[in-house]
Nanobody, 122 residues
Framework: QVQLVESGGGLVQAGGSLRLSCAAS????????MGWYRQAPGKQRELVAV???????NYADSVKGRFTISRDNAKNTVYLQMNSLKPEDTTVYYC????????????????WGQGTQVTVSS
């Protein structure tokens, strides 16, 4: 069983920084891409940033230049450094692991974390 555990959310003033972490645990053989999404109440979940196992990254236009995604493949962990935070960044952030293969199976699956709240006060 694969689990994603997120940490690092919280309350910060506008212009401040937070660093989110997400560790994947279980009998993991490989993970294709890991990323962060966010979902405001009543809205669709949207991509924030994603990073492949090879280090290629993609960001939402709204966070380019402010957020940086990174990954430690040996620890199956993905990070999101969020700088220059704005009140509109306030919402729940979800970690995602795509095409996860375990040692006990052939098929690959996607997994989600439980979400971590980020609140930016003005």
């Amino acid at each position: 069983q694969v689990q994603l555990v997120e940490s690092g959310g919280g309350l910060v003033q506008a212009g401040g920084s937070l660093r989110l972490s997400c560790a994947a645990s279980g009998s993991i053989f490989s993970i294709n891409a890991m990323g962060w999404y966010r979902q405001a109440p009543g809205k669709q979940r949207e991509l924030v940033a994603v990073i492949t196992s090879g280090g290629s990254t993609n960001y939402a236009d709204s966070v380019k230049g402010r957020f940086t995604i990174s990954r430690d493949n040996a620890k199956n962990t993905v990070y999101l450094q969020m700088n220059s935070l704005k009140p509109e960044d306030t919402t729940v952030y979800y970690c995602n692991a795509q095409r996860v293969r375990t040692y006990s199976g052939i098929a690959s699956y996607d997994y989600w974390g439980q979400g971590t709240q980020v609140t930016v006060s003005s």
